[in-house]
């Protein structure tokens, strides 16, 4: 998948996430369409880094110390079916994995 | 002649042992008299006495009563202001937060009790034991006068065994005279004699008398002085029974100016309920503090002021927890606005579709977060955006999280523009 295509199918994940109101149910689907919004931005921003070292010829560490910790903590993310217990990683390793990359495109738009 | 001269002399003799009988009689009657009115002054005095001791414990035990009906009446309106507290803070505790209440309440009640029982048990014991200690005196005064009465009685008796010796004198006198007749002593010498002896009897006689008086002198002054003991008594025992009156009062002041710091409490309380509840703002926070849905913004709340109530736990004083927890209160406060604003700013632009930026979303982040330190320090971070085990899952959960996956897109996209171009 080229990088237009992964920034279209990010963009098609996020009507898939409902906004919920008090008394709905939590669904399994819920937690899975973060999970799948995750891998998949995590590899374009990891495309769009080599893109940046190829334009600009230099690499950044810092940038590269956030996407790995990134990668590291996406490799702890899981899919829930029907009858699973939300667990408090399954909320938490999202927020843990987005903030790096938010990190990471900070730095890189800072230094383009 | 002789024999005449012996009549005359007899007849001298008669008359004038007849005369010096007569003036001892009268001055031992002059005598008992004194005595007499000594004795009946002495007594009557001494009656005075003890009805002015009578009267004083009459007074003491009267005073006792007033000072314990003081002290009872002074208990009844101390159990009836801790009636009144109690309702209030009972009428106050339905309303408002219980936690802030208990503790302090019920510690302070009984501080507050014992502090004041105290000085009144004080007050009752030092007045019996100081009217042991006047009765005790008393006591000690009627001895005094008692022993007092006794000596001027001594006297007379000596009084009287001295008139008892006068008589013996006189009559070894007669004796002697009659010998002295009896054997031709010259009717001159014994004329002389006689007369003599009237004098000597008569000197005697005025002597007892000033006795007597100087006597009855020393037992009048005996028995005023007596009677300014007892005035003295009168007087300390009248300062005694003060000493209650004032412990009350001062009770009383301590009971008006704890009354006051109630009050004060109250209104304090009352003011800030009141400053709670008018803006609307409070009502939701008060709902979100204590029983609506689970919050980020409740969290925050709940654990601040969990966090200000604790930490005053053991401070023992209702009013400083009251203010601690007004702060915290305030405290909390302050930030509802600021959530409520980028809450409701958040859905609107969720609901237009609208992107978010990360910088934006960095603010908003930044802001909650500097909420949660200025509340709680570092944990409320976790608490905030980490789920924890035991939490609920709540709606923010998963709207924010849309909301951040737009943002991250559109970040995606003007970097890939960037690279682009």
Redesign the interface.
């Known amino acids: 998948m080229s ?1 237009e295509d992964k ?1 279209a199918y ?2 098609s ?2 009507p898939q ?6 008394g ?1 149910y ?1 669904l399994a689907k ?1 937690p899975n369409v ?1 999970v799948d ?1 995750t891998n998949v ?1 995590l590899d ?2 990891r495309e ?1 880094y080599d ?2 070292k190829k ?1 600009r010829g230099v690499s950044l560490p810092e940038v590269e110390y956030y996407i790995g910790m990134a990668e590291s903590r996406a490799g702890f993310l899981r899919k829930v079916k029907f009858g699973d217990i ?1 667990r ?1 990683q399954d ?2 390793l ?3 994995t ?1 903030k790096p ?2 990190m990471a ?2 730095i ?2 800072a230094n ?1 | 002649m002789s024999g005449v001269s012996y009549v005359v002399e007899v007849w001298v003799d008669t008359d004038a042992r007849g005369w010096v009988s007569s003036s001892s009689l009268k001055v031992v009657e002059d005598g008992l008299v004194s005595a007499d009115y000594m004795c009946m002054l002495t007594l009557k005095r001494l009656g005075e006495v003890v009805r002015g001791v009578d009267w004083f414990n009459m007074l003491c035990l009267k005073k006792l009563v007033d000072s314990v009906r003081g002290l009872e009446r002074y208990g009844k309106d101390i159990l009836r202001h801790y009636a009144d507290v109690g309702l209030g803070l009972d009428v106050a505790k339905r309303g408002v937060v219980r936690p802030v209440w208990d503790y302090p309440f019920v510690h302070e009640y009984l501080f507050k009790q014992v502090r004041w029982v105290k000085p009144i048990v004080e007050s009752v014991v030092g007045f019996d034991w100081y009217s042991k200690n006047v009765l005790r005196y008393y006591v000690d005064v009627g001895l005094s006068v008692d022993r007092s009465v006794k000596v001027p009685v001594k006297v007379l008796l000596d009084i009287s065994h001295v008139f008892e010796l006068f008589e013996i004198v006189g009559w070894v006198i007669c004796v002697v005279r009659d010998y002295l007749v009896g054997e031709h002593v010259p009717v001159k010498d014994v004329a002389s004699h006689k007369a003599d002896v009237g004098v000597s009897v008569d000197v005697l006689g005025k002597g007892v008398g000033k006795v007597c008086v100087d006597a009855g002198l020393w037992a009048d002054y005996v028995l005023k002085l007596g009677v300014k003991v007892l005035a003295d008594a009168g007087v300390i025992s009248d300062y005694v029974a003060r000493l209650p009156a004032k412990a009350l009062l001062d009770i009383g002041v301590g009971l008006d100016r704890y009354g006051k710091r109630i009050l004060k409490a109250y209104l304090d309380w009352c003011v800030c309920g009141d400053w709670i509840i008018v803006p609307g703002m409070v009502t939701v926070f008060l709902w979100d503090l204590f029983i609506c849905e689970p919050t980020p913004l409740r969290d925050i709340c709940k654990v601040g002021f969990d966090s200000v109530v604790s930490s005053d736990w053991k401070a023992y004083d209702l009013i400083a927890c009251l203010v601690e927890a007004v702060r915290g209160v305030d405290g909390a406060y302050r930030y509802i606005p600021v959530w409520l604003r980028d809450y409701l700013a958040a859905d609107h632009d969720i609901g237009f579709g609208r992107a978010w930026v990360i910088v934006d979303k960095a603010k908003f982040e930044e802001l909650v977060v500097k909420v949660g330190f200025t509340l709680m320090g570092r944990e409320v971070w976790r608490r905030v955006y980490h789920k924890i085990w035991f939490d609920l899952v709540e709606v923010a959960d998963q709207n924010v999280k849309i909301a951040v996956a737009q943002a991250l897109i559109d970040a995606f996209k003007s970097l890939y523009e960037k690279l682009k171009g």
């Open positions: 990088i920034i990010l963009e994940l996020v996430m409902e906004f919920v109101r008090k709905d939590v819920h973060f919004f931005a374009l921003l769009l893109l940046f334009k939300i408090v909320h938490n999202i927020i843990d987005w990359m938010e495109i900070r890189l738009q383009l």
